[in-house]
């Protein structure tokens, strides 16, 4: 992903939560987990990326950190944002 998709990608994930708000969902789960996109970014073994969103567990927490702070801009404070996130990998 060039940083252009990178950005046009967690600006979908803000208006995907702005929208279930204002559809009146409850709050929003961000799916982090089972090989989808964030959890992708996050596992060394499939995120090979040498720019800042690569190489050390910071920088591949980077992506998951912008959707999270995109989404909750979106939505505002008082709005339940929730992450689900992988917890083992070690045996991929």
Do not use: C
Request: proline residues 2%; aromatic residues 10%.
């Amino acid at each position: 992903m060039t940083k252009d998709e990178i950005e046009q990608v967690i600006q979908a994930y803000a208006d995907a939560a702005a929208n279930a708000k204002r559809l009146g969902f409850d709050g929003v789960e961000i799916h982090g987990a089972h090989g989808y996109l964030i959890d992708q970014f996050l596992w060394e073994r499939t995120n090979r990326r040498t720019d800042e969103y690569g190489g050390d567990m910071l920088k591949r927490a980077r992506f998951a950190i912008e959707v999270v702070k995109a989404v909750r801009q979106a939505v505002g404070p008082d709005f339940p944002v929730a992450i689900r996130l992988s917890q083992w990998k070690t045996n991929q």
